[in-house]
């Protein structure tokens, strides 16, 4: 019986590995499906249309951040867990029908899939944590298994551009959803296989509720002056994690003389290198995640927000100023071929994805100084913090809408804006200056 509970407790743990993979799979699709749809005639090109199914996504979190916390208590791990793998399949199912229809009829069922699809992965992202941290058994463990997903995580967030442009080549009013189905069959097939396989599975809730149930609550977060600043914090900076390659991915996509390209007509599976390029960010993000693990006991979070934030507002403002005439040369993984090849892109291109680096330590060093001194007010914190995630839909919205007007490098002035803000929140902003509240 015990080696039943060993076995069935380790499939869980793999499950919640998939699980942690499909958050950042679904949640990445976004911009690279974008670049199909902004290219129909009925969109006419329009970049702040195309980044809509991404908007969508993280639209939900703003719906979705609080209930989620109150579901898991109340539901448990294991209801909520297989409620928002439920939720999943049926928003990737109706991004995939969308692709049965054209024009402005498809893209507002796609937008509908995006925004289901949000609600599933706020979920998720609620529940995956905690429920590996009680499959580990708590403490190292417990902590060790979540760095596992999040690795997952990040190689998840790295292949879904990739995956997508490899499979588009080069975008033209012709290219369609159904060019992009075995994306779509893959994350039904996990989230389906997750579903059935979790189902059987017994797992056992701790208990939850009792410690919070019998304790007066006389103030909020947002009591908080330095949580509140945390909270703004949070927002622009997914927008800013998002935005960055998303644009990135439109700017590489886009062969007219808007786009990266000197000579656009010279230039051959311009998607394939959007999805290659933006992938190299998100590789760069998992490759800052694993070395802040190791030094993250010896330098403070503070620290790294004020190095990191200042290093980015200055790639950026290089990227803006650098002309796209002005290149170097990127490897290209072509995914499908399983080979690696160079390709030359503008230094601009390269200046942003190393932000990858930058971006890569700043949401665990938001938190912890806001949730600083907040004591049982935390788990509140937490709730608004998810809420916030919406900023990852929002910020990409507004570049793209300065893209069309002024272009695309120009627009980047949202994030540079976003990266002062973080950078005078760790400056100054983080400071508690009500300690006189009782915590």
Known sequence: MSNQKTNGRVIAIVTMFFLYAMISFVTNLGAPIGVIWKNQPEIGGSNVLGIMGNFMNFFAYLFMGIPAGKMLTKMGYKKTALLGIAVGFFGVLIQFISGKASGIPGFSIYLLGAFISGFSVCILNTVVNPMLNLLGGGGNKGNQLNMIGGTLNSLAGTMTPMLVGALIGTVTASTQMADVNLVMFIAMAVFACAFVILLFIPIEDPEMGKVTADTVFEHSPW???????????????????????????????????????????????AATIGGAVAAMYWLLMLVGRLFSSTIAGKVSSRTLMLCTTFIGMILIVAAMLIPKSVTVSMPLVKILEGSVEMTTVPLSVLLLVLCGLCTSVMWASIFNLATEGLGKYTAQASGIFMMMVVGGGVLPVVQNFFADMMGYMPSYFIYLIAMAYMFFYALIGYKNVNKDIPV
């Open 223 to 269: 009591s908080f002056r330095h949580c509140l600043l945390g909270v703004i914090a949070i927002f622009v900076y997914v927008g800013v994690e998002v935005g960055i390659p998303g644009g990135l991915n439109f700017y590489l996509s886009d062969t007219t003389a808007n786009g990266a390209w000197v000579n656009p007509d010279a230039i051959v599976n």
